[in-house]
Structures are given as structure tokens and as C-alpha cells.
């Protein structure tokens, strides 16, 4: 089993940036792919990002291309999501996810829950 830390609670203004932290113990991250999701008020919880366990393939969901980054470092064992050009409706609960499928895209396919951690964009 793999436990999933999240950290980097923030309240920021729209048009401005954020990393999220994902620290894994128990398994190193690079026998995972590793996803983000959110989930906001009132709305299905929605995919973000993944990166694969190589670190060689990313896939973003269409509303945050090019504003947000992940990535990751086996040495630290930690996952990362740079998000920038944040924007009110970015507002919502984070959570990291580890899966054994190759790059998922959905939440069923992760087999790992973090805690989540709030992200707040104020306009």
C-alpha cells in the first residue's frame, strides 16, 4: 500500500499560482501513476492531471491545459501540481491518487486516496 499526503492549502487571487505537494510513503511513487482530482461544491468530483509511473507521459483535463503543470521526483518520492492563471472556479477540494493503470483517466482506475487539500481563488 501507498499512503498520499497532500500539502499547500492556499487562498490566492485569481490570476495567481499555487503548488500542491503529494508525499507518498509506504511505495515509491514511480510504481504509480499519479493523478489529481478536485472536487468542488455542488459538482461531481473531475479529473485534473496525471503523470505516468515513467514520468515520460502527462495528460491534463481541457480546463486547465496550460495553466497547470505536474510532475514528480522519485528522490523525494513526492508528486507535484504547479497550477498558474488561477481563476475562481479553480476553487475546490484537491486530492492526489495513485493507480496502477498505465495513465487513467478516471477516478475508478486509482486505487489510492489522499486526504485533499482546500484551494481557494478569490476574484
Known amino acids: 500500500q501507498v499512503q498520499l499526503i497532500e500539502s499547500g492549502v492556499g487562498l490566492v487571487q485569481a490570476g495567481g499560482s499555487l503548488r500542491l505537494s503529494c508525499a507518498a510513503s509506504?511505495?515509491?511513487?514511480?510504481?504509480?501513476?499519479m493523478g489529481w482530482f478536485r472536487h468542488a461544491p455542488g459538482k461531481e468530483r473531475e479529473f485534473v492531471a496525471v503523470?505516468?509511473?515513467?514520468?515520460?507521459?502527462?495528460s491534463y483535463a481541457a480546463s486547465v491545459q496550460g495553466r497547470f503543470t505536474i510532475s514528480s521526483d522519485n528522490a523525494k518520492n513526492t508528486v507535484y501540481h504547479q497550477m498558474t492563471s488561477l481563476k475562481p472556479e479553480d476553487t475546490a477540494v484537491y486530492s492526489c491518487?495513485?493507480?496502477?493503470?498505465?495513465?487513467?483517466?478516471?477516478?475508478?482506475?486509482?486505487?489510492?486516496w489522499g486526504q485533499g487539500t482546500q484551494v481557494t481563488v478569490s476574484s
Open positions: 491518487a495513485a493507480s496502477t493503470s498505465w495513465l487513467p483517466l478516471t477516478r475508478i482506475l486509482y486505487d489510492y
Open positions: 509506504g511505495r515509491t511513487v514511480s510504481r504509480y501513476a
Open positions: 503523470i505516468s509511473r515513467t514520468a515520460a507521459t502527462t
